[in-house]
């Protein structure tokens, strides 16, 4: 990267912002989850009414998206659903076979309340390609939602038929047990569903409905959910998404950063971390983001990590001021003061011209018993920004030693 261009985005200057309604998202993220533990605990403990107190208010909490990441990521992502039906509808022009455009073009419409079209362009699918288990499975919701619950539980059981592991097919087959008034079958397939996504507040939900609508009916019930974890809710799906946003928009990196220590939850940078570990895999030369990981591994105080990935940035690209810069301040703080103040001189003649930049580097003349060069120092500072408080509070105190 040039040094004229990546100035524009160095530390003490404009960044991008999160906004306070992204960040309750996040935090209700995390609120939901410790509700969902909460939740399955009291279910397994027996305590079916105060289990579904929990999950529900997971669910108030919680956004849609399944994951951190897929969260982070869908709020990025515009979505216009008109031009996405459009092009969904040139795409089955061009291959009939295509499932996934099929699928979304018939939600696209179920959406636009086109609801015989969108069951006709399902119908149409499985014409085509009936042992997919997704077009089984989607004509099952639209199918359940339209109160056909006969065939929408057939669509379910095939989709289960082809893929054991459908959770959400399990899910929907126990509502339609719910519906024929038959709770212990539903418990069944909600436990196995909920075995695949414990952190799911609304499978944790209709578990403890199903659960206490079997008790009410005489049968012997005893769940054993599982707890989740943070492992476990690790997505890799949404982890690929989100690192595909940050190689476009690596400044959503920045204003993640800029985020107060206290306001967020320290998993938002490990994940942050991991799918800039992802990016890097991709572009292991684009300097950019190996400062971008190494000013996440400082947040998480990993200095001697956050080191190593500066430098190598900067043996990618000798004039990147962004790591050398963050070099500067990572050595300064890790007590060396030499290879602190090295690199620092060396952002300077990189185009590092900022007040933040010649203040710290004063502070290193300083300390070092350069008094010539750190009045200097301070007095360049004060030049890019004569309300620089504590530069002139430094060039005072060193006039008068």
């Not at 199918?143 to 038929?161: G, I, V, Y």
């Not at 204003?255 to 206290?262: G, V």
């Not at 003649?349 to 750190?374: F, I, M, P, T």
Request: aromatic content about 6%; charged content about 25%.
């Amino acid at each position: 990267m040039r040094p004229a261009a990546e100035a524009k985005r160095l530390p003490d200057r404009d960044q991008p912002t999160v906004s306070r309604e992204f960040l309750d998202r996040i935090q209700q993220y995390y609120a939901a989850l410790d509700s969902v533990r909460r939740g399955v605990c009291l279910l397994n403990a027996g305590q079916f009414a105060e289990a579904a107190q929990a999950f529900h208010r997971a669910q108030q909490l919680r956004s849609p998206e399944p994951s951190l990441p897929a969260l982070l990521a869908s709020a990025l992502l515009p979505f216009d659903g008109a031009a996405a039906a459009d092009a969904l509808a040139s795409r089955m022009e061009d291959d009939p076979q295509d499932s996934v455009s099929r699928i979304r073009l018939a939600l696209a419409k179920w959406s636009a309340d086109q609801t015989e079209e969108a069951v006709s362009i399902l119908r149409e699918g499985l014409r085509q390609n009936p042992e997919c288990p997704e077009l089984h499975f989607q004509l099952g919701t639209l199918l359940a939602a339209l109160a056909d619950d006969e065939e929408a539980e057939l669509r379910f059981s095939q989709t289960l038929n082809i893929n054991r592991e459908h959770t959400d097919a399990m899910i929907g087959l126990a509502l339609c047990y719910g519906v024929r008034g038959d709770p212990r079958q539903a418990v069944n397939h909600l436990l196995r569903a909920q075995q695949n996504r414990p952190h799911d507040a609304r499978i944790g939900l209709l578990l403890a409905q199903a659960v206490s609508a079997a008790a009410q009916a005489g049968h012997t019930v005893h769940p054993r959910a599982e707890i989740p974890t943070d492992n476990q809710v690790r997505d890799t799906k949404g982890i690929e998404e989100l690192a595909r946003v940050i190689e476009t928009e690596p400044d959503f990196v920045d204003a993640f950063l800029a985020i107060p220590t206290d306001a967020v939850d320290e998993r938002v940078f490990l994940m942050l971390l991991e799918t800039l570990h992802v990016v890097l895999a991709r572009q292991p030369e684009q300097a950019e983001f190996h400062v971008h990981c190494g000013r996440v591994l400082a947040r998480l105080g990993q200095s001697e990590e956050a080191i190593a990935e500066n430098e190598r940035a900067v043996a990618i690209d000798p004039n990147c001021a962004r790591a050398l810069i963050e070099l500067g301040k990572l050595y300064h703080k890790t007590n060396r003061m030499w290879d602190a103040t090295s690199r620092l001189e060396q952002a300077v003649r990189a185009g590092a011209e900022y007040a933040d930049v010649y203040y710290l580097l004063g502070n290193l003349y300083r300390d070092q018993g350069q008094v010539h060069k750190a009045r200097s120092a301070y007095k360049r500072a004060l030049v890019l920004n004569e309300r620089y408080e504590a530069a002139s509070r430094a060039l005072h105190t060193l006039s008068v030693i």
